[in-house]
């Protein structure tokens, strides 16, 4: 069995090498070769250091500028697919595992021939939660993601239970609406039936067109609380931010535009002019990007809309 992890860099060195620490020192299941992808969506000359002294056996992959969520998953995954790795993670940099995680993978539902993506019990790392009143021993077991609810009316994905602190109250695998992108587990057989990520989301609600074409092709999408990692939650694009903003919105309009009711169309069309009057300067801007057809804007390298 051959395991591949993809992972973004954008930025933050400290978040990618704890994430590669982490994965380092994991424990590895017989018959099992695992390989590490690391996309470099900065063009960080300091990351390449990094990987050279301290992570010499993983995989560094500079597509030269920054592709976004989608396109720089795919750039790692179809790198990962031709090198002959059978199950696929998709992982965000701002995050680590515990040492018994691959082991939890390898041991998971993935390898059903039915299953097309498998998620874990996500939590937020100690300092991270949004909320900021936990007793101390509480840290680090509150939670982000324990599976994924979508509302097809308005065209909004939510992780369930999160701020709840998990007191052993999930103990089987379930199924889910969707499996967040901050941890997808996949096969390269799946993704070869129903392809990857689509790029035209760069980032935000591409990991819900993922699992939404597994689950128009028959696969099942499941939560497996037994895989665990914690979440230093936003730290490459920030909530609230008008990166965030922009995303959420233009791509609310694109998914919607996909696969939403004539109904739910017609009410995202609705919000959407009403945006354009008095939405903020982000949302315009996506608004007017969607309907002129633009995919890409530009981007600063701070994260700002040009």
Known sequence: MRLAFITLHYKNLNDTSGLLASLRACLVPKSTDVSV???????????????????????????????????????????AITDGNDILVCINNDTYVEKDFIKQIIESPIKE????????????????????????????????????????????????????????QFKKVSDTAFVTGALLITRADVLSKVGLFDEKYFMYLEDVDLCHRL????????????????????????????????FITRNRLYF??????????????REALKKLLIGTPAQKHAIRDFFMGNIHPNIHPTGVLA
């Open 37 to 79: 992808y690391v996309v470099d969506n900065d063009g960080s000359p300091a990351l390449a250091e990094v990987i050279k002294k301290d992570f010499p056996n993983v995989f560094l992959l500079s597509p030269g500028r920054n592709l976004g969520f989608a396109a720089g998953n795919n750039y790692g995954l179809k790198k």
């Open 113 to 168: 021939a039915g299953v097309g993506a498998v998620g874990g019990l996500i939590y937020f790392a100690p300092g991270f939660e949004f909320k900021k009143d936990y007793p101390k021993k509480d840290l680090g077991k509150v939670i982000w993601y324990a599976g994924g609810d979508f509302d097809w009316n308005n065209i909004l994905g939510s992780n369930t239970h999160v701020d709840e602190v998990d007191h052993g």
């Open 215 to 246: 689950k128009l092709a028959g696969y099942s999408l499941l939560f497996d609380p037994k895989i665990k990692m914690w979440h230093k939650v936003a730290q490459s694009s920030g909530i609230g931010s008008s990166l965030n903003d922009y």
């Open 256 to 269: 919607g535009a996909k696969y939403a009711r004539p109904r739910t169309k017609f009410a995202l069309l």
